[in-house]
T-cell receptor, first 112, second 114 residues
Framework: NAGVMQNPRHLVRRRGQEARLRCSPMKGHSHVYWYRQLPEEGLKFMVYLQKENIIDESGMPKERFSAEFPKEGPSILRIQQVVRGDSAAYFC??????????FGQGTRLTVV | AQSVTQPDIHITVSEGASLELRCNYSYGATPYLFWYVQSPGQGLQLLLKYFSGDTLVQGIKGFEAEFKRSQSSFNLRKPSVHWSDAAEYFCAVGAGGSQGNLIFGKGTKLSVKP
């Protein structure tokens, strides 16, 4: 059983471009969570999704950030018009209902 | 507001020595508490968790943690540290509703001296 798969592992974008981060949950998991980790900081919750539904987006910035988890395919975290402050590691986790969350290895976004 | 504090940013211990990493939380109800470990460039791995019951929780890799409600603490311990334990350790509290919606502390980086 493969773990949570995130790709790409490293992503470089110029200011103003769009970044798309993908997360394939573990088999049988229907809950996905996105976190952001800034240097020297812990992980900050961004959004919690179930298939086709956003359950909690209280940690998402109000502008430029969006997330989806379609019926088929991976969850996508999309950042439009990236700025230098978006440079961070973005982690995805998945879980079954009422169960432990497993984390992926993260996508390290660098905005130049 | 819920929060997690890890007072020690960086700790160095000698291989074979005992280890205790501190974690204090602020939460209105009975918390769900977790310890994760992160190796450089990697994701997080769950070491152990506490929901209820016995306040001393055993985890993987020889780690344990003790929940002390009176002190709002959930400290992580290991009796004898191995060089492979060098990593960053994060304490987290469940924000409610699911085990994946967590509030993390800023982490404690553990270095191990030979």
């Amino acid at each position: 059983n493969a773990g949570v798969m995130q790709n790409p592992r490293h992503l470089v974008r110029r200011r103003g471009q769009e970044a798309r981060l993908r997360c394939s949950p573990m088999k049988g998991h229907s809950h996905v969570y996105w976190y952001r980790q800034l240097p020297e900081e812990g992980l900050k919750f961004m959004v919690y999704l179930q298939k086709e539904n956003i359950i909690d987006e209280s940690g998402m910035p109000k502008e430029r950030f969006s997330a989806e988890f379609p019926k088929e395919g991976p969850s996508i975290l999309r950042i439009q018009q990236v700025v230098r402050g978006d440079s961070a590691a973005y982690f995805c986790a998945s879980s079954a209902m009422d169960a432990e969350a497993f984390f992926g290895q993260g996508t390290r976004l660098t905005v130049v | 507001a819920q929060s997690v504090t890890q007072p020690d940013i960086h700790i160095t211990v000698s291989e074979g020595a005992s280890l205790e990493l501190r974690c204090n939380y602020s939460y209105g109800a009975t918390p769900y508490l977790f310890w994760y470990v992160q190796s450089p460039g990697q994701g997080l791995q769950l070491l152990l968790k506490y929901f209820s019951g016995d306040t001393l929780v055993q985890g993987i890799k020889g780690f344990e943690a003790e929940f002390k409600r009176s002190q709002s603490s959930f400290n992580l311990r290991k009796p004898s540290v191995h060089w492979s334990d060098a990593a960053e350790y994060f304490c987290a509290v469940g924000a409610g509703g699911s085990q994946g919606n967590l509030i993390f502390g800023k982490g404690t980086k553990l270095s191990v001296k030979p």
